[in-house]
């Protein structure tokens, strides 16, 4: 029986208070390594103008019906834009020394027209957020576009309108102007394929269209093009400012590997999902693999984005999984490719294979063409998310459900495993974020799908720590991983 924990604020005996390990086993990293969490705000915020005017695609998505699989919406969350000082104090008992937050868009820009305001009550919450975790040490990641629209926007068309990229630039610079002292990291689009595949190809997101590549590989085309103005923008207004994206990568394999067009799927999917996106920021030309372009509407979207190129001042990395992949014969052809459901290791409640090894084949191989710049500079990297989810319904309270997360424990040091084996081979990561501090709002999965290091019940909002939350905190507190006893399976 676990003891019920009260207050999850007394109930962590941090790392650096206990005794020194044994000295052997150490995996340590580097010097002045980045241990931090990430969320974003749509997922945690519960930002009450967004929730009652219904500002964002995402606020109305979810009260359409069918859209959320356990039809709970994000109306609350964590209601982390009050309790933001809650868990940023919750991160730093847990040894944290970085921290990624993405910036509520629709709430700051309700309408057309919208002049932005030095003093609107959205921006100074974060303006507060930022200094309150500059004061206590905190390196600071901020998203500007974490897959939230302004719905005024997103019924005009969204990333397919023109329109958008002009606000995303405009938006990017108010902030650049006004929070840009506090911010450390930028990261203009989070995991643009991610949103692409989703919204235009899956229909599982707004914007909802169910396989139109055209209209998705068009996106692609103009989140690029947004990116670069806003990183222009940023560096106009921040010289130094540290300016890239997050970019969900995936681990493909063949289903069957002697089968051609089981290795043809493969390839599609890993030249769209994982690099048509970062060849273009390192390149300045966006290009899709040789197969799609025999739809000539694909061939036209081949182009080269002025001011692109090597817009990417460091490379921010999402992993979680692996995906099988075979060929199915229909049409359209699956330019993504079909997944299959195979898995060979151990999966999580959403049926993610837990595959560490695509973290170090990421980071030793896959990465090898962007790690320097075109002047020759070393592009920093930053895992930016990586994480495990459990399944609890969202009306739980109390007791001791899903406290001893052994799953996210060895999930959690099986990555971060490999993560040292890839530094020890050159790779130049510089931070790791897990994803994510508290439970949240998993998009189409709703509230039930669990991130957290620490628990939310979200009936009483009440924070306890999990298991992996003391593993991480004793990891961050070490600088490495020490004395690490296999987890057991369970
Ligand atoms: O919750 C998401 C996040 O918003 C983007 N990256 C993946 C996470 C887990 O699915």
């Known amino acids: 029986m676990i003891p019920q924990q009260k207050n999850s604020q007394e109930s962590v005996k941090i790392a650096s208070e206990a005794a020194p390990p044994e000295p052997r086993d150490v995996f340590s990293f580097p010097e002045g390594f980045l241990w931090g969490v990430a969320n974003s705000h749509f997922q945690v915020e519960g930002h009450p103008g967004e929730i009652t005017n219904r500002l964002s695609d995402w606020a109305m998505w979810t ?12 109306d609350r ?10 868990d940023i104090e919750l991160a730093q008992k847990l040894n944290m020394n970085s921290f990624r937050i993405s910036i509520n868009w629709p709430a700051m820009c309700p309408e057309p027209g919208h002049e ?36 005024w926007l997103a ?38 394929l991610a949103y692409v595949y989703q919204g235009y190809i899956a229909g599982t997101w707004p914007p909802g269209y169910n396989m139109n590549y055209l209209k998705g590989f068009e996106c692609v085309r ?14 106009d207004v921040c010289p130094e400012a540290k300016v890239s994206v997050t970019h969900h990568w995936m681990k493909f394999t063949p ?40 739809d000539h509407r694909v061939r036209k979207l081949t182009c080269k984005i002025p001011g692109l190129k090597d817009t990417l001042d460091f490379i921010g990395v999402n992993y979680y999984t692996r995906q099988f992949c075979e060929f199915e014969c229909k049409w359209p052809l699956e330019f993504f490719g079909a997944k299959s459901n195979m898995v060979e290791n151990e999966t999580s409640g959403l049926g993610w294979e837990s595959y560490p090894e695509g973290l170090y084949d990421l980071l030793v191989h896959e990465l090898r063409p962007y790690r ?35 799953g996210r424990v060895r999930y959690l040091k099986s990555h971060l495993l490999s993560l040292y084996k890839a530094i020890t081979r050159g790779a130049n990561v510089k931070g790791y974020l897990h994803w994510s501090l508290t439970d949240n709002f998993e998009w189409a999965e709703g509230l039930r799908a669990r991130f957290g ?10 924070r306890t720590m999990r298991k992996s939350a003391k593993v991480y905190a004793e990891i961050a507190a070490h600088n490495g991983i020490v004395n690490h006893p296999p987890e057991q399976r369970q």
């Open 453 to 462: 290091l620490v628990r939310v019940s979200y009936p009483t909002l009440e």
């Open 155 to 192: 019924e005009i068309g969204g990333w397919n309108n023109e329109r958008t990229l002009d606000e995303f630039e405009r938006f990017a610079k108010f902030i650049a102007e006004e929070l840009g002292e506090y911010v450390d990291f930028w990261l203009t689009i989070n995991e643009p």
């Open 222 to 235: 103009n989140l690029l093009i947004g990116h670069q103005r806003a990183h222009k923008v940023i560096h």
């Open 63 to 74: 009260t359409l019906d069918g859209k959320i699989l356990d039809r709970s919406t994000a």
């Open 77 to 86: 969350a964590c209601e982390f834009f009050k309790r933001y000082q809650e």
């Open 372 to 406: 320097t710049d075109h002047k020759g500079a070393l592009r920093e990297i930053y895992i930016t998310e990586n994480g495990h989810a459990g399944i609890f319904e969202a009306d739980l309270v109390e007791g001791d459900w899903s406290l001893e997360d052994h």
């Open 116 to 151: 932005y305001r030095k003093d609107d009550p959205t921006l100074l919450v974060y303006k507060e957020m930022l200094i309150l975790l500059k004061e206590r040490g905190f390196k600071t990641f901020l998203t500007l576009f974490h897959f939230c629209l302004p719905n």
């Open 255 to 294: 289903r069957n590997k002697f089968n051609p067009m089981d290795r043809l799927v493969c390839h599609m999917r890993d030249g769209i999902f994982n690099h048509s996106f970062m060849r273009a920021l390192h390149t300045g030309e966006l290009t899709f693999p040789l197969i799609s372009l025999i």
